[in-house]
């Protein structure tokens, strides 16, 4: 599944002369359309240049979560969800995983937009924790 990112705008701003990216964090506000709501959850950041801003707009929209309703099996292992396997997103990429394909990073791991209930500790999927152990260690290799 390819990761979809929630919405994201970048403009220019004369009055502070400066690239302004803005990022929505509210997936269920949008889907409600609820305009109050969404524009509450928007997050924006100033950099000097449209590169910046469209860098930054691109990394720090999260994810769309995928629908539990729609998903009733875990995305890695393919379990059935049920009363003691329980679905959540991975907060890196949006699919809907059980505790078992599950692991825990420190919330400063992920952008502060991926983290909008504001925990400690985020889920994870296997998937993504893996590629960001290999990704780390070409970083150190020197292989990138």
Known sequence: LPRTLLPSSVIYSAATQSWVA???TNQ???EANNVEESSKALRAFSVP???QAIALARAWAPPKMHPFGSN???FICEAQFAVFRRACHCRNCGV???GSCTVQWPARMLP???NI???SLVNIC???DFLCSEFRLALLAGDH
């Open 22 to 24: 803005t990022v929505n």
């Open 28 to 30: 269920k506000a949008l």
């Open 49 to 51: 240049t449209q590169k």
């Open 72 to 74: 009733p099996n875990c």
């Open 96 to 98: 809907c995983i059980c």
């Open 112 to 114: 502060v937009t991926y």
């Open 117 to 119: 209930k504001k925990e």
């Open 126 to 128: 296997k998937t993504c």
